[in-house]
C-alpha cells in the first residue's frame, strides 16, 4: 500500500479508524449503515430523524430559496439568526449575548467542535479532557490538532463520573474540558454536582469549558442547565448547539458558538478557513424556529421520552438489560444477559439475525477501556412510532 504522508493518519488513528495493515477503515455508523441498506434492516444506529421538523421551518427554507437567498451569507451568520439565537439563550437560560459578538453560525456543531479545538490547543503539551464514552468526533479533532485526549470513564447505571477520577483528570495542562451534555452516547445528564466540579476544576487549572449542547431541548426531566449559566462559568464557557436535532433537520448543518466575545474571535479565526460559510437559505428558517413557542420545544422532549419508552420496552422483551436515558436520542442496552460478550460482533450480527442495526458502545471508547463497555449497544429512538414498534418486534427474535 502506498504510504501518503500527513495529518490526515493521526487524525484516523484518533477515531480508531487505522486498521493493523495501516489502512484506514470507515466509521462504525458508515459500517451499520451499508449493513442495514444491504439487509433491509430497520436502522436504529445513526442519529438521525426518519420525518420531518415543524412545517413552518420547511417552508421558511423554501421561501428563502424561492426569494434570492442563495448566496454566500455573512461570515458569522445572518442577523436575524445571530438574534434569534441570543435572544434564544436569555429566553430558556438568562443569559445576555451581544449577537454581533457572542455568537457564530457554523456547519453544525461538528464545525463548532473542530474550530474551538483546533483554534484553543496548540500542540501534545495541551490535553483536552472528555467523558467516556464520548462522540467519536472529539477524538478525531483532538489528534488533528496534535494535542493529547485524556479520558474521564463513565460510570454506573447513570452514567456519572467519579468525581476524584475528574479532578487527577484536570491539570496545569488542561487546554479544554469538553463536555457533551446531553450526552451521547448514553443519554446520561450531569448531575449538578458533576458541573459545579467542572467549572470549579476550570478554574483552579485555568482551563476553557467548551460544551456540546445538541440535545438540550431533549432532556427528559426537568430542564436543561448549560454549564454557561453556573457562578464563573461565563467568562470561560464556549457553548455549542445546533438546529439539527431540535427541529428534525440534521442534514443543513446549522449550528452555533456562543460565549464572550475573545473566545469566540478564537473559533471564527479558525472557521472562517474551514467552511468559511454555509446554509444561506437554511438561516432564517432555523431563525423562525427557535422563535417557536413553549409547547413545540415541550412537544419534542415528551413525543421523544415516549419514543424512548417504547424502545426501552421492545428491548427488555427481548432480553436486554436498559439504562433508561436522561435525555438525547440515544438508549444503552446491556447485551450480555442475550450471552454477548463483545457489542461489536453482536451489533454486526443482530441485522441477519433480528433485521436491526444498533451501534456498539465500544465504538465511542479508547482501547484501554473498551473492556468496561464489552456488551453496551446504543439504539437511537429517534424514529417514527411503527418504525420502533416492528424494530422491538424484531429483536424479541434474539431471545430464541
Known amino acids: 500500500m502506498r504510504h501518503i504522508p500527513g495529518a490526515w493518519r493521526r487524525t484516523a488513528l484518533g477515531a480508531g479508524l487505522i486498521d493493523p495493515d495501516g489502512s484506514a477503515r470507515p466509521t462504525i455508523f458508515a459500517e451499520m449503515s451499508a449493513l442495514a441498506a444491504r439487509t433491509g434492516a430497520i436502522n436504529l444506529g445513526q442519529g438521525f430523524p426518519d420525518e420531518d421538523g415543524p412545517a413552518e421551518v420547511l417552508a421558511a427554507a423554501r421561501e428563502a430559496i424561492a426569494h434570492g437567498v442563495n448566496q454566500y451569507p455573512p461570515g458569522r451568520g445572518i442577523r436575524s439568526l445571530l438574534e434569534a439565537i441570543a435572544e434564544h439563550q436569555r429566553r430558556f437560560y438568562g443569559l445576555a449575548l451581544d449577537p454581533e459578538r457572542d455568537v457564530l453560525v457554523t456547519a453544525g456543531a461538528t464545525e463548532a467542535l473542530a474550530a474551538a479545538i483546533l483554534g484553543l490547543t496548540d500542540g501534545p ?80 487549572h485555568d482551563a476553557i469549558i467548551v460544551t456540546d449542547e445538541v440535545y438540550e431541548h431533549l432532556v427528559f426531566d426537568g430542564l436543561h442547565v448549560p454549564i454557561a449559566t453556573l457562578p464563573g462559568a461565563w467568562e470561560r464557557t464556549l457553548t455549542i448547539s445546533s438546529a439539527g436535532k431540535t427541529f428534525s433537520t440534521t442534514g443543513w448543518k446549522i449550528g452555533w458558538v456562543s460565549g464572550p466575545a475573545d473566545l469566540v474571535d478564537a473559533v471564527l479565526a479558525v472557521k472562517q478557513y474551514l467552511t468559511y460559510v454555509n446554509g444561506g437559505p437554511f438561516q432564517p428558517a432555523i431563525a423562525l424556529g427557535l422563535g417557536l413557542a413553549d409547547d413545540f420545544f415541550r412537544g419534542i422532549a415528551a413525543t421523544l421520552r415516549a419514543k424512548r419508552d417504547l424502545l426501552g420496552e421492545g ?86
Open 315 to 400: 428491548l427488555r422483551t427481548a432480553g436486554f438489560d436498559v439504562r433508561v436515558a436522561s435525555g438525547s436520542y440515544f438508549t444503552v442496552a446491556d447485551a450480555a444477559p442475550l450471552g454477548a460478550t463483545d457489542a461489536a460482533e453482536f451489533c454486526r450480527s443482530l441485522p441477519e439475525r433480528a433485521g436491526v442495526v444498533a451501534i456498539p458502545l465500544t465504538a465511542f471508547t479508547t482501547p484501554a477501556r473498551r473492556a468496561q463497555y464489552a456488551s453496551l449497544v446504543r439504539f437511537a429512538a429517534c424514529k417514527r412510532f411503527e418504525v420502533l414498534e416492528e424494530a422491538a418486534s424484531r429483536l424479541a427474535s434474539v431471545r430464541s
Open 125 to 204: 503539551d495541551d490535553e483536552v479532557v472528555v467523558f467516556e464514552p464520548y462522540y467519536d468526533s472529539y477524538a478525531a479533532c483532538v489528534a488533528l490538532a496534535g494535542a493529547r485526549l485524556v479520558t474521564v470513564p463513565l460510570r454506573g447505571e447513570a452514567f456519572q463520573p467519579d468525581l476524584d477520577e475528574l479532578a487527577r483528570a484536570v491539570t496545569d495542562r488542561t487546554r479544554v474540558i469538553l463536555v457533551n451534555d446531553p450526552h451521547n452516547p448514553t443519554g446520561a445528564v450531569f448531575t449538578p454536582e458533576v458541573q459545579a466540579e467542572i467549572v470549579r476544576l476550570a478554574e483552579r
